[in-house]
């Protein structure tokens, strides 16, 4: 907290990415917003106070405030980030905020990572494929409470799209799971509850836009919030393929 | 998509956890559901409740002996005898179905493990052996209010586990989303409703949606308490206010605001009722475990509303802890070590190290009492269809079903969500079975061209008038200070003064973003007039209940009055009248005597009246208050004197 020693509150220069496709005057620039930094203040507060303060036509996306939601994630100083949680004492004077990259630009800050997600969901079928339907007379399946938790590490993923956004194949193609949606097929892949064959597995996650696009430069694990092991992830999942892939082979 | 009028069966307006699964229900049964959220749907504020969900599974040893029955004394004991009981016990029947529901749908429950378990209770440590035949059912976790441990949780992330889950089903079955959309009125005929008209986030643009049922489940409204609330910032009660805008639908018991004991110091994250559930405990600034001697049975888990005036005492007080921002005081959950914390409770440990800059198993972590949830809401009968408007529908925090009546226990509310989701959506598929949908589009296009022209109005605006946030602040101070834990006549006297004031400046205020497209600062602008119609019922409603019952507190009438005030609290308030309208209906029928609750004070006034008498009226009384007839006859679902085996 650097801020706390020294009784002289810093200037923050924040430089803002800004474009509104609604207004067909207006082009991609960014503008340069000054204001005075308060002790525990967060980029939830700040971005608050410069719309509310010096441009009421400034867009980001908030709602939790807490790190649980996922809407915030942006890119700080060239790094994608929630903002609600980045405090500005862990940051220079100079703040650049830019939109994530790889989801469609709302405005400004502001990015659709809601169709992203839904499309990811759909592609992955990300829920659960069981047999039987729900009878509500019936006591639950058991599971063991180490599977479970197991499944819970997986399931804490809340979709702000830093992973995404951080990956160089999902920049340049948006139909790649990239860590997130990696990590939601390793999520149902080890739950007893989804009957999907290995065979279907494969053909959600092996290919070009799933396991086997992944350049492994992992950044995704390097940014997410959550600190999800997506390194383990990706490590899961090719075994798993891989392993189908040689079955494969041997019954030939 | 662009269209200025679509229609669907059944509009669900909100995409959290009652929404979501109520149109999952409609959709089951073959409707085309569409639902509008303000935020991709799981991003709703259901994915930050954390603890856990209520529901009499009984698979821990605590949990022994406990039945939907003696959830249903907890839930109404916890009301303050507010709640309508026959719903209460609607609830407490379902929910265990709704959580294992859940199961199937893939939540990853914490389960039973069989054999030796540590535990926390009431500070001591202790060791308790789970049935080896209970290993991997779906496992309970001690709450306030409650006889038995009843909280069922996935670690302290509970509601994010729920939401994922249900809305992988609404994924499943294909139901459309349309995020980043806002319902800015509804369109009816003066009985019926017929849709709403949506403002689009992306776009700024309106359009009108014809549905044969539209369902509200938009959350409650804690922003009206502005920085001084756990809520997150898109809980500003919209639902709920363009209800009250048709001046036909009653919203109930406004006046019944809970605030959570323990909520991080000074930005009121919530921190959950978990971890005093889990054994922790609270502290004042001397140290001292102030709850044991204010409660001593119950101590830290008597109900929200019973701890957190204990915690507002103490600081007034002058035990609490001084801060920059305010006294506040400890939570303690040191002693439940780091392995318990970062798997049961790791929620709790991000939020401390992200937020507070603080480990939990070594420090204490500052907490204060703050606005959390919202009891009142669109006032609908036991089948969720709302008083006055047929095919209009409330589930979850945006309705007054009323189960919660003026105290919520935690872990209530999320299972709310999922059994109204489940009740109210089956009786909102047979509505939409039985009526068409309606030809006459001269509603839709009026009240499209009124809600183009409200923007259009705060866009043309010009003047020295006040900014919108300024406006949405001092709000906040007002309910904070003057509406809040401890109520008085006077200072409840002052606060409507001065939200009339605001309502004054509100319709006076300028914009200063004349941009087209999303405009942040005009969709703000348009719900903040509601916002202060709704604080305003809160501050009215609470200034003519001259008694305290459940989080409403008056210091100048300090006892529950069941003699006069066994009632619910109904409001209805036209956009282009001055003011509004109270009237009162009786709670329910009453099963269960109005009697002590187990914890906070036992003095009382007593209704002198029998309970024959009191149930002869209820439901002449709430017909004419515009409750509309339900499927099932009122009292069916009640099962008269099942308590009594529970209770000596």
Known sequence: ?252 | MNARLTTTDVLVVGGGLAGERCAIEAAAAGHEALILSLVPPRRSHSCAAQGGMQASLANCAKAEGDSPTVHFLDTVRGSDWGADQEVANIFADEAPVAVRELAHFGVPWSRVRGGKNQYFIKGEHVEIDEALEKDGLIGQRDFGGTAKWRACYAAAGTGHAALYAVDSEVVRLGITVRDRTEAVCLIHDGSRCLGAVVRCLRTGTHFAVMAKATVIATGGYGRIYGQYTTNAVINEGTGASIALDTGVVPLGNMEAVQFHPTTLSPSGILVTEGCRGDGGYLLDKNMRRFMVEKEPVKQELASRDVVSRHMQQTMRDGNGVDSPYGPHLWLDIRHLGEEHLRTKLLEVWDICRDFAGLNPADALIPVRPTQHYSMGGIRVNKDGESYGLAGLFAVGEAACWDMHGFNRLGGNSLAETLVSGRIVGRRVAEHASGVSLRANTGFAFDALAAAEKRADDWLARSGSGRNVYEIRDALGEVMIGKVGIFRTGDELNEAVVEIGQLLDDCDNAVLRCKDPGVNPELGFALRLKGMLRLAMTVAMGARARTESRGAHFRSDFPLRNDEEWLNRTLVRWALHESDPSFSYEPTGLIDLPPGHRGYGSDERIEMKRTIDSYNETVLDEQTQHGRLPSSEDMGSRLKRGAWQAYVQ
Not at chain 1, 57 to 78: H, I, K, P, W, Y
Request: net charge negative; with cysteine.
């Open chain 1, 1 to 252: 907290m650097s801020q706390e020693k020294s009784n002289v509150p810093r200037r923050l220069k924040f430089e803002i990415f800004r474009y509104n496709p609604e207004d067909e005057y207006s082009e991609p620039h960014t503008d340069i917003f000054e204001i005075e930094e308060t002790p525990f203040m967060s980029l939830y507060i700040a971005l608050s106070k410069i719309r509310e303060t010096h441009d009421p036509g400034l867009q980001f996306d908030f709602a939790c405030r807490s790190a649980t939601c996922g809407s915030c994630g942006m890119m700080v100083n060239g790094r994608p980030a929630l903002a609600c949680r980045t405090l500005t004492s862990d940051l220079p004077e100079d703040i650049q905020l830019y939109p994530l990259p790889a989801f469609k630009l709302i405005g400004d800050l502001s990015v659709d990572t809601g169709t992203w997600f839904r499309g990811m969901a759909e592609r992955t079928e990300a829920w659960i494929h069981e047999r039987q339907a729900f009878d509500p007379e019936a006591e639950e399946e058991r599971m063991s409470n180490d599977i479970a938790a197991a499944i819970y590490e997986g399931d804490r993923c809340i979709e702000c799209g830093c992973c995404v956004a951080s990956c160089g194949v999902a920049n340049l193609d948006d139909q790649f799971l990239a860590g997130a949606g990696m990590n939601r097929v390793a999520r149902f892949m080890m739950d007893p509850r989804d009957k999907r064959s290995e065979a279907e597995w494969f053909d959600v996650v092996a290919g070009d836009e799933g396991v086997f696009g992944c350049l492994g430069m992992m950044a995704c694990a390097d940014v997410c919030p959550k600190e999800l092991p997506l390194l383990e992830v990706y490590a899961y999942l090719r075994r798993k393929t891989l392993g189908v892939r040689f079955l494969a082979r041997d019954d030939n």
